[in-house]
């Protein structure tokens, strides 16, 4: 299971790299240039974080990306789910039907437990963290 995919992971390093730049409007090509991502595919993690409402994105000459929110504001754990979906180690399912012994199972109440703290912990991790650990 991964946790962090590609997407997620070029959007973390595209926000701490627009946040750097003190809110000024950043180019796609210095983004593709600077972090070595392929244009297309940085394209549209970009507008999906605009989309999602992170970042704000001006058009025409000058234009590129800011962030539309404080860093504080942008979690980890909100990535996640834009890029992955809600994250579960285990759904129950068996052959496409809910397992028969979702109830009694206790493997179900362990790894819920788990779920529930590997959450917290993604929950407590924002952009503003990340990059004050980076210096």
């Known amino acids: ?14 926000i701490c790299y627009i946040a750097r730049q003190k ?10 240039r600077d972090l070595k991502i392929p244009k297309p595919f940085l394209r549209k993690i970009l507008q999906i974080l605009q989309a999602k409402g992170i970042l704000k994105s001006y ?28 994250f579960k180690l285990n759904e129950c399912i068996f052959k496409n039907k809910s397992c028969p012994n979702i ?8 790894l819920g437990a788990i779920e ?4 917290s912990q993604l929950k407590s991790i924002s952009m503003a963290s990340l990059l004050q650990e980076a210096k």
Do not use: E, H, W
Not at 68 to 86: H, T, W
Not at 116 to 119: A, H, I, S
């Open 1 to 14: 299971m991964k946790l962090i995919t590609r997407d997620t992971d070029y959007a973390i390093r595209s």
């Open 23 to 32: 809110n000024s409007v950043v180019c796609v090509s210095s983004l593709v």
């Open 59 to 86: 058009k025409g000459l000058g234009g590129g990306f800011k962030l539309a929110l404080p860093l504080n504001k942008i979690l980890l754990v909100d990535l996640i789910r834009i890029f992955k979906g809600s």
């Open 103 to 110: 109830i009694t199972c206790v493997l179900k109440k362990k």
């Open 116 to 119: 529930k703290y590997l959450f």
